[in-house]
């Protein structure tokens, strides 16, 4: 039988990755420091880590990017990962990055509700259209805004002009044989309602699928079955396999104006 517990070990595959996690929250803060418009724990809801930071550009804006972070809906907050703003926020757009209450305090359902409050809190407050990114089981939160039992109002979800799913998890059954699914807690009841590939899409609004070539197997492999089964309702999806890149790699790419993810974020490739 399939090793799904190395399925989805990331860590374990790439050299260095312990280190990783202090460098993010090191970069994150200084990219903080420096920020000249920065709105820190905007409050979605009424619990402690129901709350995001808006970063706004420094000329007009043209809208909103939402970034949900991943961490397998288990570890890590919105701190640290600010720097992956840069990107959007030089081409104009304010970027909403939340926090959500993580397993087992939360059950996946609910932390995908939490992030539909945080998108509307966050569309409160920036006008024009809406632009989702998640990486990781942040790819998966975004992806469930898309589908038929949507959280969102539909005013704010019409105004959801693309959103991209970086290393996405879009069919959590996998999850279940995992020793991890102690913290997470799902049964198979809710790992299917979890899935985005097995719901219909509630609307036509551009999906990108973006994986690292240099990733976990699995991982390519939920980035093509969500751009494949999509496809069928008539969604314009695209599947972007990134040579050379792993899962902790692939989103460093938002830090830079000029890199093809952000063109792909912002709607200029």
């Known amino acids: 039988m399939r090793d799904w517990d190395d399925a989805y070990a990331n860590s374990a595959h790439v050299p260095g990755s312990d280190r990783l996690p202090a460098l993010w929250a090191e970069r994150a803060a200084a990219y903080r420091a420096g920020l000249k418009h920065f709105r820190p724990d905007i409050a979605y809801g009424s619990g ?16 909103l990017v939402v ?21 959007a926020r030089h081409h104009g757009w304010a970027v909403a990055l939340p926090s959500y209450t993580l397993t087992p305090a939360a059950r996946i359902s609910d932390i995908t509700a939490e992030i539909a409050a945080a998108i509307a809190t966050a569309a409160a407050h920036v006008s024009g259209p809406i632009r989702l990114a998640g990486h990781s089981a942040g790819g998966h939160l975004v992806t469930r805004m898309l589908c038929d039992d949507s959280r969102l109002a539909l005013a704010i979800h019409n105004r959801i002009v693309a959103t991209l799913s970086i290393s ?12 991890m699914n102690a913290t997470l807690g799902m049964s198979l009841e809710e790992a299917t309602l979890e899935s985005a590939a097995l719901h219909l899409p509630r609307g036509y609004a551009p999906l990108t699928a973006w994986v690292g070539g240099a990733e976990r197997p699995e991982f390519i492999r939920q980035a093509e079955l969500m751009a494949n089964v999509w496809t069928g309702f008539d969604v314009p999806t695209r599947l972007v396999i990134e040579s050379g890149y792993n899962h902790f790699s692939v989103v460093d790419g938002l830090r830079d104006p000029m890199s093809k993810i952000t063109a792909s974020l912002v709607g200029l490739d």
Request: hydrophobic content about 35%; glycine content about 12%; overall charge negative.
């Open 48 to 63: 402690e880590r129901q709350c995001l930071d808006l970063i706004l550009p420094d000329g007009d804006t043209k809208g």
């Open 67 to 87: 970034f949900v972070h991943g961490g397998y809906w288990m570890r890590f907050d919105k701190s640290s990962w600010t720097d992956l703003a840069e990107g």
């Open 168 to 179: 996405g998890l879009h069919d959590l059954r996998p999850l279940l044989k995992t020793k």
